[in-house]
């Protein structure tokens, strides 16, 4: 996005309940068709920002520029947006027809250009033959349909979504959210969509918005959130990760239960017998060609094997103090050729470049033990 100007830009945004801060100091910049993600636990503050946003939690300080336009002040009406509830909040007693229509009504468009474009909308979302029917009479995937119909209606400059797909089934989230992108790469309207569930912030983001306790921990692509997470919090958020505590030792070195392990990804500051946390992802243990002279090689007990459809997901018990667990993911076929059983021995390697190493214990650090 380097050299673009930022269509919507939030700047030293806070925000108080009483004595409570649920938003710190928050800066961003969402550039123009972009989809952005919300990302973060219960009460992060990620549904807080949406809102101030669109004007239905006003910020307690800060600033907020749509389309190079100061709306810090404006209410609801006055800003350029459409919005999508977790509770979708259609009117029950109009048609989808008159749902999807309500905005366009409100603003006296004539009837048909009303018409047109809520014909064009239900066909975009496959509702073409629902138009006549009441929100009761829909399935819930049907109803989020209409919302993001209605909330789309005005050609709004700013999509928001809030949990849109939380109320559904898991098979319905999975078929909802492509189309939900397909149709927002269609359009090309920048989104913003609120989430506490990372598959779907993996999924359908350009960039994620990593949020704990009122700031923002990291915005990155999904694949740098994923691959290179900034701290400890955000490595556990996102995805499984293994946290080992440890010590530094000299430069790309770190010692974990008595075993020295060198890394690539040491992070600058640390001085040697600092207290650290190493991190790495179960997919990322190395297992394949492994010996014990091999680089990063730890002697392991297979303690269970959880069968997981696709894959098997392994405890692994470090064998030079047999109290530190590892987690790592096997292919059905891994399992197979290698003959891979519980109790069994099996030689590792954690590969220098895929360790992360924090200067701090995190809470999690050891949670196998």
Do not use: W
Not at 27 to 46: Q, T, Y
Not at 97 to 105: D, E, K, R, S
Not at 126 to 134: A, H, T
Not at 154 to 175: I, M
């Amino acid at each position: 996005m380097t050299g673009k100007d930022a269509y919507l830009k939030v700047e030293n945004l806070t925000k108080m309940f009483g004595d409570f801060t649920a938003l710190k100091d928050i800066s961003l910049e969402v550039f123009e068709g972009e989809f952005i993600c919300f990302l973060g636990p219960s009460g992060c503050g990620k549904t807080t920002l949406l809102r101030a946003i669109a004007g239905l939690d006003i910020q307690t300080h800060g600033r907020v520029e749509q389309g190079g336009r100061d709306i810090s002040g404006l209410p609801p009406l006055e800003r350029d947006f459409g919005i999508v509830f977790q509770s979708y909040a259609l009117f029950p007693n109009l048609t989808v027809h008159q749902n999807v229509a309500y905005g366009l009504v409100s603003r006296k468009t004539s009837k048909p250009e009303i018409d047109k474009r809520v014909a064009e909308l239900l066909e975009s979302v496959g509702l073409v033959d629902q138009e006549d029917k009441y929100p009761a009479q829909l399935s819930g995937g049907q109803q989020q349909r209409v919302a993001l119909s209605r909330a789309l209606a005005t050609k709004p400059g700013l999509l928001l979504l809030d949990e849109p797909l939380s109320a559904l089934d898991a098979k319905v989230r999975v078929r909802l959210r492509h189309e939900i992108k397909a149709l927002q790469h269609q359009l090309g309207v920048t989104t913003i969509m609120v989430t506490h569930d990372q598959e779907e912030a993996l999924t359908m983001a350009d960039r994620i918005v990593v949020m704990n306790e009122g700031v923002i921990e990291q915005i990155g692509t999904p694949q740098d959130i994923y691959s290179r997470p900034v701290n400890p919090f955000v490595a556990d958020f996102i995805g499984t990760m293994n946290f080992l505590a440890g010590v530094a030792g000299d430069p790309a070195q770190v010692c974990v239960c008595d075993i020295e392990l060198t890394t690539s990804n040491s992070p600058d500051g640390i001085q040697k017998d600092d207290a650290i946390t190493v991190c790495i992802r179960p997919e990322d243990v190395a297992t394949r060609g492994v010996t014990p002279d091999s680089d990063n090689a730890v002697l392991t007990v297979v303690e269970t094997l959880e069968f997981l459809g696709s894959f098997y997901r392994a405890t692994l018990r470090v064998q030079d103090d047999g109290k530190t667990a590892i987690r790592a993911d096997f292919s059905i076929n891994l399992v197979r050729d290698l003959d891979i059983k519980e109790g069994q021995e099996f030689t590792i390697a954690l590969p220098m470049d895929q360790i992360r190493v924090y200067g701090e214990i995190f809470a999690h650090a050891d949670d196998l033990i």
